[in-house]
């Protein structure tokens, strides 16, 4: 019953969204206020339709009922509850009801906080949205019914892929929607703008703060799932270039260009033609990523196997809003007037910069992740492109992007003194310098541009905190003054600092991670020792042992250094119950200076075991950056010019809600 | 400066990002792809020893032979070809005698593979995209896995 009111509620949303795309839009095109004002009640009404069908979809999986195909396929009696819950998304329809949650979810948003926002922009944004929700809940109830019954219902499911019952793999999917969805809105203000032809610095305000939204929850998204990777596939690595992986990671780019643009299109006016563009790519780019991951038409570790004509569908909808969204730019771009003169050099054009950088850089990611798939319909041939190419390609242009980078917040709009910048640098600079000859004369090896690299990512961290320092004046004001002028900064500007120190912290990690790490594979037999980074290895034996649906082999090592115990390390194998599937899982210990990290390998006919042994450097500064990133960017959400519909609250009478 | 300067510095710019961009992914292009083969083509088309590729196909049952140091041993087949492969290190999770498998390396010049990466699969109903497509060219019956998309109805 539960079920079929979920399977209800999901065909009335379509038919509320239907409604949503066409009457505001018409109203917004006849100047009619009342036909208009309908899409705020729709977009609520629409939200509140799909939450009863996600919970009752979710809660045919928390009950475990079986007569439903979808539960039977993914879920199983004894899966721990946050994996029941957890597993409506781990698989194509649950998460595609996700994916238009969270879209209505953002629409609903829009039309809750966006009171102030000129009638026409807002009732064409909402239309917008909900032409995106119309062409996903189609493809729901064509091709992805997650509401399906089974007559007779089995006794038990099929289970859930064990190495997705996960706890960081359980919050990755909706992260990455929110992000992936979230850039729906700048894509749905940029087709409202492009429609009325008309866009100013009002619309990069409100455009903003759900950019940054949707960029926060998309980068700990990629953080989670890289987090995911590094612990649970037992390979120690972090990101390997996947298909999937660039998926997501082009959005980012490209909303990470889209904030900074928008920056300068609310501060001055400028850049609106671009921003515009920039807003239509990055969603066109979420909806690609949606298509690579749900057409199985790459090889991929995550590739899910599914059926062609899903793939097509989804591939229609991205070509029908990218392709219309380009098109109607290409014809309405040139009426949006452009203003704003500024200097090459300025704080604009270290933010043009900072564009041009990034969305060469998505370029090549693109280039890199659709090759094989363009080579392969023209010739045939079947090739991969692997971390080399984007080591060649990505990694060359990030190195100018970070070197300007911490000039950017010390130069002055308009016009700006590079030379004051370099001077103010100066010390940051120094430090990087300093930590560079540092590297290199105590490692003495790895690649020789690894010093390099770590210094850049120094220099951006000493560069956000120069940025602060210089903002209260440090030393030139007495302490408590620039304490008090701390604490009186706008938050935009302390998230503007942070976010870019996250950056630096990234990229040490990446780059000491990538160059340093030490690894060691080899048999061992109980009692025996391996040194490894300083650190003495012992391993202790393996014994079975039992959890809640699985059964393993454990292995114990003891690390010490220096002769004293500091990690009890426990990798294991486990056999799951149901699927009988074998996972491997790591035992690490989380030092300051890197992460131990032992895989146990095949018992040996001899006797002993394989055993892996890495030494991963200031690893976990990747995923802190990006948690600081996150962190940056909600606290520059709580900043009041910036917070959502902060501008002139409350001017008008809420209306009543319909319905 | 006029505008049309300011404009055209931006443009410069922008223009010479993207072609070091160009040169650099044509570099990169030439020389970090990596082709994928099966058994048979190898044996149609041969591949210096040296020369990285993927290589795709089935694990063949009973080839398996694990426990002897940290080397794994397995045979990759597309029913018509067989090629014998080495991989030093931990298997991914899902690698099962019968299935689907990529993996990259090169060949040794006595015509082993030493592969240093084994393509984990995501989702147990998974068969490689490449591996599907070659098996079928080659007109071998997939088995259960591939037929049954995940999420299906059973």
């Given at each position: ?31 009619d ?19 009863v ?12 009922d ?23 998304w ?27 926002l ?5 009732a ?50 909706p ?10 809105i ?13 866009i ?25 799932g ?12 972090w990101w ?52 690579l991951v ?10 899910f ?33 452009q ?42 041939d079947?090739?991969?492109?692997g ?14 992007l ?18 004051g ?21 105590v ?11 770590i210094?850049?990512?120094?220099f951006?961290m ?34 503007t ?35 490894i ?17 699985y ?24 056999i799951?119950?149901m699927?009988?599937?074998p996972?491997?899982?790591a035992?690490?210990h989380?030092?300051?200076r890197?992460d ?14 394989a ?30 010019r ?5 501008p ?12 | ?6 404009r ?6 922008g223009v ?43 694990v ?12 794994v041993d ?7 070809g ?34 240093d990466?084994?393509?984990a699969?995501h ?27 995940a999420?299906?109805?059973?």
């Amino acid at each position: 019953m539960v079920v079929e009111l979920g399977h209800f509620a999901l065909v009335l949303a379509l038919l509320v969204a239907i409604f949503q795309m066409v009457v505001p839009a018409y109203g917004a095109r006849t100047n009619d206020d009342r036909l208009m004002a309908v899409g705020e009640p729709a977009a609520l009404c629409q939200l509140g339709l799909l939450i009863v069908a996600f919970l009752s979809l979710t809660i045919a999986y928390v009950t475990s009922d079986f007569s439903v195909a979808n539960v039977v396929a993914n879920s199983h009696s004894t899966k721990p509850l946050l994996y029941r819950i957890s597993g409506v998304w781990g698989n194509h329809e649950g998460s595609m009801v996700l994916w238009v949650l969270i879209l209505a979810l953002f629409g609903a948003a829009v039309a809750a906080f966006g009171r102030n926002l000129p009638p026409t922009l807002k009732a064409n944004v909402l239309a917008v949205q909900a032409s995106i929700a119309v062409a996903f809940m189609l493809f729901i109830l064509l091709t992805s019914n997650p509401f399906l019954r089974l007559d007779p219902p089995p006794a038990d499911g099929n289970g859930l892929n064990p190495i997705l019952q996960d706890p960081a793999l359980a919050f990755h999917p909706p992260f990455l929607y929110a992000g992936y969805v979230g850039f729906s809105i700048a894509y749905s203000f940029a087709i409202a703008a492009l429609i009325d032809g008309r866009i100013d610095a009002a619309w990069a305000r409100w455009v903003r703060p759900w950019t940054l939204a949707a960029w926060m929850c998309l980068t700990l998204g990629i953080a989670m799932g890289s987090w995911w990777a590094y612990y649970e596939l037992g390979w120690g690595g972090w990101w390997f270039w996947d298909p999937v992986e660039n998926a997501s990671f082009m959005p980012w780019l490209a909303g990470t260009a889209l904030l900074h643009s928008a920056l300068v299109m609310e501060k001055r006016d400028a850049l609106k033609v671009w921003t515009v563009l920039l807003a239509i790519l990055t969603f066109s780019l979420s909806l690609m990523g949606t298509f690579l991951v749900r057409s199985g038409i790459l090889t991929s570790v995550h590739a899910f196997a599914v059926d062609p004509q899903r793939g097509v569908f989804v591939l229609a909808i991205m070509t029908l809003f990218t392709g219309g969204g380009l098109a109607l730019y290409a014809l309405r771009a040139r009426d949006l007037r452009q203003g704003g003169i500024f200097a090459p050099i300025s704080r604009e054009g270290s933010l043009v910069l900072n564009n041009i950088l990034l969305t060469t850089a998505c370029a090549t990611v693109f280039i890199g992740t659709l090759y094989p798939l363009a080579l392969e319909s023209l010739t045939g041939d079947k090739i991969s492109v692997g971390p080399p190419y984007f080591d060649w390609t990505f990694g060359p242009l990030m190195v100018p992007l970070l070197l300007a980078l911490p000039f950017g917040p010390l130069l002055a709009w308009k016009r700006g003194d590079v030379l004051g910048a370099a001077q103010r640098l100066a010390f940051a600079a120094l430090l990087a310098i300093i930590v560079m000859v540092g590297t290199l004369a105590v490692l003495q090896r790895g690649p020789w541009l690894a010093p390099f690299g770590i210094a850049i990512g120094v220099f951006v961290m000493a560069g956000a905190v120069t940025d602060l320092a210089s903002r209260v004046r440090l030393g030139s004001v007495p302490l408590g003054d620039a304490a008090r002028r701390l604490v009186n900064l706008p938050r935009s500007a302390i998230g503007t600092a942070l976010a870019h120190f996250g950056v630096g912290m990234l990229v040490v990690g990446v780059v000491s991670t990538s160059a340093y790490r030490e690894e060691k594979i080899l048999v061992m037999k109980p009692g025996e020792v391996v040194s490894i980074a300083g650190y003495d290895i012992t391993f202790r034996g393996v014994a079975p042992r039992t959890g809640p649906n699985y059964r393993e082999e454990v292995a114990v090592f003891d690390a010490a250094r220096g002769g004293t115990q500091v990690s009890h390390l426990e990798p294991s194998r486990r056999i799951y119950d149901m699927p009988p599937e074998p996972t491997t899982e790591a035992g690490i210990h989380p030092g300051w200076r890197g992460d131990l990290y032992v895989v146990l390998g095949d018992a040996q006919t001899a006797g002993g075991y394989a055993v892996r042994v890495y030494f991963n450097p200031f690893v976990r500064f990747i995923w802190l950056g990006a948690v600081v990133m996150f962190i940056a960017g909600a606290i520059s959400l709580s900043d009041r010019r910036l917070r959502v519909g902060a501008p002139g609250r409350a001017r008008r009478v809420v209306a009543a809600p319909a319905e | 400066m006029t505008r049309k300067q300011r404009r055209g510095i931006l443009i410069g710019v922008g223009v010479a990002v993207l072609m070091i961009a160009a040169g650099l992914v044509l570099f990169a292009l030439r020389d970090a792809i990596v082709f994928f083969h099966t058994p048979s083509d190898l044996a149609e088309k041969p591949i210096a020893a040296g020369q990285r590729f993927r290589l795709g196909g089935l694990v063949a049952a009973g080839s398996v032979k694990r426990g002897e140091g940290t080397k794994v041993d397995f045979v990759v087949t597309d029913t018509i070809g067989n090629i014998p492969v080495v991989y030093e290190g931990v298997l991914p999770d899902l690698f099962r005698e019968g299935q689907g498998v990529v993996a990259e390396g090169k060949l040794s010049p006595e015509g082993t593979f030493l592969a240093d990466s084994v393509l984990a699969k995501h989702d147990e109903n998974y068969m490689p995209p490449e591996v599907a497509k070659a098996l079928e060219a080659k007109g071998v019956k997939l088995g259960k896995g591939a037929e049954h998309p995940a999420g299906a109805t059973p």
